[in-house]
């Protein structure tokens, strides 16, 4: 094995010693590096003609240090002056290893550099917010563009300029601005600063900016959290929240949906890139559908006063009556995995009336916990949660598995006095027989398919009427049995 002797430009007796070749550099890169530890041939002077020279070469002696070697001596020099320029405020200077990097980098590194993946920051930048040189930072390669923005490092113009003298920059992998996909990674890193109420609408008019969007990337964002929103500690994902347009729809005036059915609003710029990637003016019929199951617990919760109730109860009565409407035009109601969430979640609001049978207290239960009152003795006497008076929401949830109240109650007549015919029965014997059809109809009104003429006829020939002093009648619901007095 050869071994030559090596030094620094500062020699003293421990670092002057033997070396293995490809250990040393050529006195001139030193000195071109003003790095006055950096380890070289011990023969100031050496003709970089000569045959020497090109022997020594050839044994491995180096022209320019290692990569690695030299992004940490650009590093150590762009710590010192920063340091000691602390107080200065003089113009920031490129650190002589950079330069040295740059005019090199064609001849010594390029090769290398296009297999390699260097992460070390070196590249003196700063962020466009910052406006002070002391505030320089140095940025890796894939962190850092020519553009400024609102994202990442921006290379200094010297620094751009430097490179530029030597060779096309691009050969770094450094572009004018980032791509969508790119840009996007960075906000994720950096969701704290970027994604607040006051920064979202320069980080969304930005990306608004970008090359690169497509259906890959919009599918991608479909399933992540990013978007904030007023008065709610997590971020939103695009189907969660919407855009109001520029003239209200009848949905976007009714009330205030803030909980129910969320509006942000970032600005033109901002709001473009946001309609780009999935976020809608307002929610479909499914969307909708969803909302109301996920967020109804959630939207009642906390209120303090009637005036709140009221209000919410309004907005989620109109949200449930857009939905009955579009019902029957909507079949993605009705398929899984939608409608088994529908059957089987909360979602349905009704009323109970309270013991007092003057007031009723709103609830949100699941469609087999409602019932439709076609039988109001057995909501003043048992109390059950109903819907709402309105045929529009009686029909959607009869379609989820609502009950009839009548199809639920059992009901039991005995009479307690002597059976009379008074002229009171016989008076009430003909009003019965002239609307004797009316009771041959179902709950809904409906004529009962099955009905026999000549039963019926015979019904009216020996209908009976007697009066008698008092029926008791029992009502049964769920088990429970209450006589009406």
């Known amino acids: 094995m050869h071994l030559c002797i090596g030094t620094t430009l500062k ?27 950096l380890i070289i041939l011990d023969w100031h002077g050496i003709d970089s003609y000569s045959p020497e020279y090109a022997f020594l070469k050839e044994l491995g002696v180096r022209e320019a240090p290692d990569l690695q070697i030299l992004l940490k001596r650009i590093v150590q020099e762009h710590d010192n002056y920063q340091r000691l320029n602390k107080q200065r405020k003089e113009i920031y200077k490129l650190p002589i290893a950079l330069k040295f990097f740059a005019k090199n980098f064609q001849k010594h590194y390029s090769t290398f550099w296009k297999t390699s993946n260097i ?46 003298k030597h060779f096309n920059i691009s050969l770094l992998g450094i572009t004018e601005h980032p791509t969508l996909t790119q840009a996007f990674d960075i906000v994720m890193e950096r969701k704290t600063e970027l994604l607040t109420i006051e920064s979202a ?24 959290a990013f978007i904030p929103l007023e008065g709610v500690s997590t971020l939103m994902k695009p189907s969660h929240v919407f855009i109001k347009q520029p003239v209200p729809s009848v949905d976007e005036t009714i009330d205030d949906t803030s909980g129910l059915i969320d509006y942000v609003d970032f600005g033109t ?105 076609d039988y109001h003795q057995c909501v003043l006497t048992h109390h059950p949660i109903c819907s709402p008076n309105d045929p529009e929401l009686t029909k959607l949830y009869e379609q989820f598995g609502a009950q009839w109240l009548s199809n639920c109650v059992k009901r039991d007549l005995k009479h307690t006095g002597k059976p009379e015919a008074t002229d009171k029965s016989k ?59």
Request: hydrophobic share 35%; net charge positive; glycine share 2%.
């Open 119 to 164: 992460q070390q920051p070196f590249l003196p930048s700063r962020f466009h917010t910052k406006t002070n040189d002391t505030d320089i930072i140095l940025s890796a390669p894939d962190k850092v563009y020519k553009s400024s923005n609102p994202l990442c490092g921006t290379l200094l113009p010297d620094v751009v300029q430097l490179f530029e």
């Open 201 to 224: 609408c320069h980080t969304f008019s930005y990306l608004n900016g970008l090359d690169g969007l497509n259906q890959v990337f919009v599918k991608r964002l479909s399933n992540i």
């Open 11 to 37: 020699p003293n007796r421990k670092n002057k010693q033997k070396y293995v070749p490809h250990d040393l550099h050529f006195p001139f890169v030193a000195e071109q590096l003003r790095w006055s530890q």
């Open 427 to 485: 008076d009430l014997r003909e009003l019965i027989r002239s609307r004797l059809h009316f009771l041959f109809v179902n709950n809904r009104l409906e004529p009962l398919a099955s009905l026999h003429e000549e039963h019926f006829q015979s019904l009216c020939t020996n209908l009976s009427v007697y009066e008698v002093n008092n029926i008791k009648c029992q009502l049964t619901f769920q088990n429970s049995t209450k006589t009406l007095g």
């Open 269 to 373: 710029e901002a709001n473009a890139f946001l309609l780009t990637v999935g976020v809608l003016h307002s929610p479909s019929i499914q969307m909708l559908a969803e909302l109301l199951v996920e967020r109804q617990e959630t939207y009642f919760s906390n209120l303090t006063n009637d005036v709140d109730i009221d209000k919410k109860l309004r907005v989620y009565k109109e949200c449930l009556k857009k939905l009955a409407i579009a019902s029957t035009h909507t079949p993605e109601l009705y398929r899984n995995p939608l409608k088994t969430r529908l059957t089987n979640e909360r979602w349905c609001l009704g009323f109970q009336l309270n013991n007092d049978n003057k007031k009723s207290t709103p609830r949100i239960v699941k469609p087999t916990e409602i019932y439709l009152d």
